[in-house]
Structure formats: structure tokens, C-alpha cells
């Protein structure tokens, strides 16, 4: 529970210079999931993130596009059961209060059985990134991130680095 309140902190803390999507997205993972403050720094610094919830997540923040300027049905590097969204669209904070202000956070599925053909059983993902794919200036950064991915085998995240990959997923659980 005291995990809970340092997250709350956080979020009380950066509410006027952060991203709304994300500070939703974050309170929902709190109620939700067992989401915690560890999780919180991982996820800052680009951690993939699995929900086991047959999708629900997906529903609900897929939603977000529809109030995203920014918004892209994009794919990405990630396998992904159906389309994926990119639906970072302003700033973000690290703990300490430093500023992203070109974050990104993508959202898909991946399938939890071994029998993939209906995609029905399909978990949440999710990672936010460190650049945002807006423009052409963005694209070029992005591609350096991912070029360093590539180099390093780990995500690049808003705010650092984390070896929870697709192949590494940080698993959360519905409460």
C-alpha cells in the first residue's frame, strides 16, 4: 500500500506538466493490477509490459486515439495480435521531475495460448518510449532508438533503459 502512495505522490506532484493519457493510464494500472512503484520506474525507462486480461486494457486505451492529436494505428517492432496505437502525445515526468516532452507509449495483444489462429485470447502490451512518431524529425530519432536497441537489447524508454523486452516482459495480474 505504500508503493500505492508514492505513485499517487508522483502523479499529484507532475498532474500539470504530464500527459493526461498517461496519468489515467497510470491511476487505472494502480486500481486495476498490481501495478506498483518498482513497476512505475521500469515503465519510465521503456519496460514491456504484459497484462493478463484478455484484453480489456487494450479496449479501454485504444480509446484514448480518438482524443490524440498524435495519434497512429502504427506497427512497430513489436508482434502484436491486433493493430497497434501509439497514443503518447505530449510530456511526461521522471520521479525526480525531469521532463520528456516527446514521449511515446505504444499498445497492443499478444495471444496467451498456444493456439494463435482466432486471436481471441489475447493479453494487453504496452511500453512507453522515449520518441514519439509525429514528424520526420521524430521518425529519424526513433530510428537512432531503435538503433540502440538493437546494439544494447534493451528498450529505450522515456527516461532510460530496461532489459524487459518482449522476450522480458514485466507481468502484471488483474487484483
Not at 77 to 105: A, F
Not at 142 to 169: A, C, E, W
Request: proline content about 1%; some cysteine.
Amino acid at each position: 500500500m505504500k508503493n500505492n502512495h508514492k505513485i499517487m505522490d508522483y502523479l499529484e506532484k507532475h498532474k500539470d506538466e504530464m500527459d493526461k493519457t498517461s496519468i489515467i493510464m497510470i491511476c487505472q494500472l494502480v486500481i486495476f493490477t498490481n501495478f506498483n512503484y518498482e513497476h512505475l520506474k521500469k515503465l519510465l525507462k521503456g519496460a514491456y509490459f504484459i497484462i493478463h486480461d484478455d484484453g480489456e486494457f487494450y479496449n479501454k486505451w485504444k480509446r484514448f486515439k480518438n482524443n490524440n492529436k498524435y495519434y497512429f494505428e502504427h506497427s512497430s517492432s513489436h508482434q502484436s495480435c491486433k493493430k497497434q496505437y501509439r497514443i503518447g502525445k505530449n510530456k511526461i515526468c521522471n520521479i525526480n521531475g525531469q521532463i520528456n516532452h516527446n514521449y511515446d507509449c505504444i499498445i497492443g495483444t499478444v495471444c496467451c495460448k498456444s493456439d494463435i489462429s482466432n486471436h481471441e485470447d489475447c493479453n494487453t502490451w504496452f511500453q512507453f518510449e522515449k520518441t514519439r512518431i509525429n514528424n520526420i524529425s521524430n521518425t529519424l530519432k526513433h530510428s537512432v532508438d531503435y538503433l540502440h536497441y538493437l546494439i544494447s537489447n534493451k528498450n529505450i524508454g522515456p527516461f532510460g533503459r530496461s532489459h524487459h523486452t518482449q522476450d522480458n516482459p514485466v507481468h502484471l495480474k488483474l487484483k
